[in-house]
């Protein structure tokens, strides 16, 4: 029923270096917003002698670190020289990824939609992987990267980009240091300046060329602390708290330009016992009761092929966030 291409060796080489130097580079990056998101100045006293100062780039706030001397002088210089060091790293860093971009591409392992990536890497940067997670078709991208194989493209077309919200997750420190207040419009907008926001679906932005990107935050989730997402409306939907819930899954994944991105997004097996579930529901329409059962099978069938880590028959007795009802509906229905 399913037909998958298995990666060449080439291709699984390939990967596997695009992968180590995406890590890479995010590690410097992260490294670098950590460290540098102050700089350092020296400032007049009334009294006539200067203090080096430490000034938050984002708040504005100084720290004062001493008296212009030996000791203070050297702070200042080796703070100076780490962040050009590491401003050159970066620099050849993503010299390196072009030149990885055009390999991915050459090899044919290029895949997912340019939206998806940018989204993705956005949410890299800001360290939100365990924050933001993919949910719906958008997944499978993960399960294939994950198995070495390619799926059929009838079975990954999309135009929506759903993005789950976790509410056990605060943000990073990453995106608070630099993005406290961001609102989704304005998240959006640092991928894609098109993107705006549904009057009708508030969840909901969409770009120049018709991709939609739904960023459910649960209902749950009302009177949270934080500002971040604010002016998007929690949504109540059925069987969220099973993703919510779920364990997480994530692989790095390549686009269509040939750009690497990391990818979370829940386990595979909970995938198709969600996907089974949603598939059985009477209110769902029933262009989508197809794709999900479809899903549901698809991804069972990567599992049982591609995943001898997974112990289906044991893991799917562990899932004790999910209904035993629906567990055993799907063990009769896929596994049988």
Not at 46 to 71: C, I, P, V
Not at 147 to 156: K, N, R, T, W, Y
Not at 191 to 208: A, E
Not at 285 to 307: A, G, P, W
Request: glycine share 4%; charged share 30%.
């Amino acid at each position: 029923m399913f037909h998958f291409y298995e990666y060449t060796a080439l291709q699984i080489k390939q990967k596997h270096n695009s992968k180590m130097l995406y890590t890479t580079y995010l590690e410097t990056l992260q490294r670098y917003n950590l460290q540098f998101r102050y700089k350092v100045l020296w400032q007049k006293h009334k009294d006539g002698y200067q203090l080096l100062a430490k000034e938050n780039l984002k708040t504005g706030k100084r720290e004062y670190l001493g008296r212009r001397d030996e000791k203070t002088e050297k702070i200042a210089a080796d703070f100076r020289d780490s962040k050009q060091k590491i401003k050159e790293r970066l620099k050849e860093l993503k010299e390196k990824l072009k030149r990885d971009e055009k390999l991915n591409k050459l090899e044919d392992i290029a895949r997912a939609p340019r939206e998806l990536i940018a989204l993705l890497r956005k949410i890299n940067e800001l360290n939100l992987e365990d924050k933001l997670i993919v949910i719906g078709t958008n997944s499978l991208y993960a399960y294939e990267a994950k198995a070495g194989i390619m799926i059929e493209e009838s079975h990954l077309a999309t135009h929506d980009i759903d993005i789950l919200n976790r509410k056990d997750k605060g943000v990073s420190f990453i995106f608070n240091a630099l993005h406290q207040d961001t609102s989704a419009l304005e998240f959006m907008q640092t991928i894609d300046k098109t993107f705006y926001q549904s009057p009708n679906v508030p969840y909901r932005f969409i770009n120049n060329d018709g991709v939609w990107i739904e960023l459910i935050t649960p209902s749950s989730q009302e009177g949270s602390k934080t500002s971040f997402m604010a002016d998007v409306i929690p949504l109540d939907m059925k069987g969220m708290q099973w993703l919510e819930n779920a364990r997480l899954f994530q692989d790095t994944i390549i686009g269509l330009d040939g750009k690497s991105a990391n990818i979370t997004t829940i386990h595979p097996l909970e995938f198709a016992v969600y996907k089974h579930w949603l598939a059985q529901q009477e209110d769902r329409d029933y262009l989508k009761h197809t794709r999900d059962s479809e899903q549901s099978k698809l991804v069972t069938n990567i599992i049982f092929e591609y995943m001898p880590n997974i112990d289906i028959e044991k893991e799917i007795k562990l899932l004790k966030h999910i209904p035993k009802s629906v567990v055993d509906d799907y063990i009769l229905a896929c596994l049988n």
